[in-house]
């Protein structure tokens, strides 16, 4: 989570003009972003604190106006290192999940070489003679198949 974010100068001019009224835990923290000047960055407590303060006061400067240009630095995420042994795990359960959709897609593919009923046993047979014999080329030419 975003716990900061860059000064501008309206924001420069609130805490110098609230500069006494924070808290010990927070002055030192304002001060230490009043000197360095537009280059700092405040955190998200001083700015809560900075925004009680302004209401207390009764000014009509809102906290958005004050941070109006300003830019939210986010911290940066370190990933944790990967256990080979986790790792190795998945890579053999992501294997065996892939055999296994494999296996599931082809059971129903054999091969053709031992079966009947295939177009190579029903040439074999002589049927395929037969049917050219009936539908010989004489009366196909002659065209007493369409008569």
Known sequence: MA???RVT???LRAL?????GFTPETSAEVRDVLQAGAEGRV???????????????GSHTYLHELLDGSEIHLP??????????????LEKIKAK?????????????????????????FGRQGNVTI?????????????????
């Open 3 to 5: 716990n900061e974010c």
């Open 9 to 11: 100068e309206p924001l």
């Open 16 to 20: 110098q003009e609230l500069q006494d």
């Open 43 to 57: 955190s998200f407590r001083v700015l809560r604190e900075l925004h009680s303060l302004l209401r207390e006061r």
């Open 76 to 89: 940066v995420v370190e990933l944790p290192e990967r256990n080979p042994e986790l790792v190795a795990r």
């Open 97 to 121: 999940l892939a055999n296994e959709e494999y296996k599931r897609i082809t059971q129903n593919v054999t091969s053709q070489s031992g079966q009947k009923g295939t177009l190579a046993d």
């Open 131 to 147: 049917l050219s014999k009936r539908l010989g080329s004489h009366d196909f030419c002659k065209g007493s198949w369409y008569s």
